[in-house]
């Protein structure tokens, strides 16, 4: 594996199984509350241009477990705030720090980031990706299916960086995945274009939600407008009716088909109440695995 964790697709199959296995070795581990700290004396930056709630407290929990510190940096609170050249910051962060997490907008900042540090930069979300969340999600298909290869993941919404990142995935991985986006909200082109020519992904994308979740093992979906997009809350409201997952769309699916949702959620806009907090949702054991795959990582890197 690489020095750092930027995309999915930088990573080889049997990089996706060393982070499964060491997860999964973490969260015995975790449960029966042994301790396991591998990162004493080790410091994790993390540095957020965006909010946080599953990120923040895993990674932060994540590296107090494995004995290392976490520090919080925002970026109005550094001089990156103020417009320090991000080179600049990477060389001084790499002389205090072992390694830095970044949640922000860009993802050409994170990869000049990591061009310029000499320790492992992980990223935390950009607008385009958001590694850490597939590689939680894959885990936990493995927990509840047994497996992910050949398996079934239907993606219903907008073509955002949890889109993107599940390209990534199915072009490293065997596995279909099946997206459903409205027309003018599909996942990026490059992307998708990288997966079905070079890598021989199975991915299918279509504007019929029905199409892509028939026969599928898992029914996936993301908030409609993501962070920085409030101001299209509306637009988008009425151009994604189609697209909610609730029951009536759940019967499509095989009758054993699990629901996840990277949160948080807007109950009765992408997803029902009734599917969320219902018998097929895996949601909340989906938010745990965030803690043990990125401790996983966290000890792979650092």
Same mark, same amino acid.
């Given at each position: 594996? =690489?020095?750092?964790?930027?995309?999915?697709?930088?990573?080889?199959?049997?990089?996706?199984?060393?982070? /499964?296995?060491?997860?999964?070795?973490? =969260?015995?581990?975790?449960?029966?509350?042994?301790?396991?700290?591998?990162?004493?004396? =080790?410091?994790?930056?993390?540095? /957020?241009?965006?909010?946080?709630?599953?990120?923040?407290?895993?990674?932060?929990? *994540?590296?107090?477990?494995? %004995? $290392?510190?976490?520090? /919080?940096?925002?970026?109005?609170?550094?001089?990156?705030?103020?417009?320090?050249?991000?080179?600049?910051?990477?060389?001084?962060?790499?002389?205090?720090?072992? %390694?830095?997490?970044?949640?922000? !907008?860009?993802?050409?900042?994170?990869?000049? !980031?990591? +061009?310029?540090?000499?320790?492992?930069?992980?990223?935390?979300?950009?607008?385009?990706?958001?590694?850490?969340?597939?590689? #939680?999600?894959? !885990?936990?298909?493995?927990?509840?299916? $047994?497996?992910?290869?050949?398996?079934?993941?239907?993606?219903?919404?907008?073509?955002?960086?949890?889109?993107?990142?599940?390209?990534?995935?199915?072009?490293?991985?065997?596995?279909?995945?099946?997206?459903?986006?409205?027309?003018?909200?599909?996942?990026? @082109?490059?992307?998708?274009?990288?997966?079905?020519?070079?890598? %021989?992904?199975?991915?299918?994308?279509?504007?019929?939600?029905?199409?892509?979740?028939? *026969? &599928?093992?898992?029914?996936?979906?993301?908030?409609?407008?993501?962070? *920085?997009?409030?101001?299209?809350?509306?637009?988008?409201? *009425?151009? /994604?009716?189609?697209?909610?997952?609730?029951? +009536?769309?759940?019967?499509?699916?095989?009758?054993? &088909?699990?629901?996840?949702?990277?949160?948080?959620?807007? @109950?009765?806009?992408?997803?029902?109440?009734?599917?969320?907090? $219902?018998?097929? #949702?895996?949601?909340?054991?989906?938010?745990?695995?965030?803690?043990?795959?990125?401790?996983?990582?966290?000890?792979?890197?650092?």
């Amino acid at each position: 594996m =690489k020095k750092d964790l930027l995309s999915e697709f930088d990573l080889a199959k049997d990089d996706f199984e060393c982070i /499964f296995e060491k997860a999964k070795r973490q =969260k015995r581990i975790h449960e029966e509350g042994r301790f396991y700290q591998p990162l004493r004396g =080790k410091t994790l930056g993390m540095i /957020f241009d965006k909010s946080s709630t599953r990120t923040r407290i895993s990674f932060e929990v *994540g590296m107090y477990q494995l %004995g $290392g510190i976490a520090l /919080f940096l925002n970026s109005r609170d550094t001089q990156l705030g103020r417009g320090e050249n991000i080179m600049d910051s990477a060389r001084i962060m790499s002389r205090y720090l072992d %390694g830095i997490m970044i949640r922000t !907008f860009s993802q050409k900042a994170v990869e000049e !980031f990591a +061009r310029h540090a000499s320790i492992p930069v992980i990223n935390g979300l950009t607008d385009l990706l958001h590694p850490c969340q597939i590689l #939680s999600d894959l !885990f936990t298909i493995m927990e509840k299916k $047994g497996a992910y290869e050949g398996k079934t993941i239907a993606y219903i919404g907008d073509g955002n960086n949890i889109a993107n990142s599940w390209i990534n995935a199915a072009a490293r991985l065997p596995i279909r995945l099946a997206l459903a986006c409205p027309e003018g909200y599909r996942p990026d @082109r490059r992307i998708l274009a990288r997966a079905l020519k070079n890598n %021989g992904a199975d991915i299918l994308l279509t504007d019929r939600p029905e199409e892509a979740v028939k *026969g &599928a093992d898992i029914v996936y979906t993301d908030v409609w407008a993501s962070m *920085g997009q409030e101001h299209e809350q509306e637009e988008r409201a *009425g151009r /994604f009716q189609r697209f909610q997952v609730n029951e +009536r769309l759940l019967k499509h699916a095989r009758k054993d &088909a699990l629901v996840m949702h990277c949160l948080p959620a807007h @109950r009765g806009e992408e997803i029902t109440a009734e599917v969320l907090d $219902g018998p097929q #949702s895996i949601v909340v054991d989906q938010a745990e695995n965030r803690l043990h795959v990125q401790k996983a990582i966290l000890e792979i890197l650092l």
